[in-house]
């Protein structure tokens, strides 16, 4: 069992920058890759970003590339985006996810366990 908790989120205006975290508890958080997905109203769930148990392999959508960064403390059992340059359509509940398999997959199927999600609103 992995339980994940999402922080960060809010309302920030076009161009500014959040930094989101997911908690994660229960395995040891450094044996398995995370994720992170995004779904807005109406749309499906999308692939962020992901990083490799140990941080060494990060993947990014095209639609962040540039602009957002993953990464992970693993003392802290922790993993982090910071997204920058921020537009209106990044607006969505943002979820991390665990990945066991380590398959650092851009799928959501691939994925295993799932926060509550945080809601970052970015207004024009």
């Known amino acids: 069992q992995v339980q994940l908790v999402e922080s960060g989120g809010g309302l920030v205006q076009t161009g500014g920058s959040l930094r989101l975290s997911c908690a994660a508890s229960?395995?040891?958080?450094?044996?398995?890759?995370m994720g992170w997905f995004r779904q807005a109203p109406g749309k499906e769930r999308e692939f962020v970003a992901a990083?490799?148990?140990?941080?060494?392999?990060?993947y990014y959508s095209d639609s962040v590339k540039g602009r957002v960064t993953i990464s992970r403390d693993n003392a802290k059992n922790t993993v982090y985006l910071e997204m920058n340059s921020l537009k209106p359509e990044d607006t969505a509940v943002y979820y991390c996810?665990?990945?066991?398999?380590?398959?650092?997959?851009?799928?959501?199927?691939?994925?295993?366990?799932w926060g509550q999600g945080t809601q970052v609103t970015v207004s024009s």
């Open positions: 229960g395995r040891t958080f450094s044996s398995y890759a």
């Open positions: 990083i490799s148990r140990g941080g060494g392999r990060t």
């Open positions: 996810a665990a990945d066991l398999a380590n398959i650092v997959s851009t799928e959501s199927r691939d994925y295993d366990y």
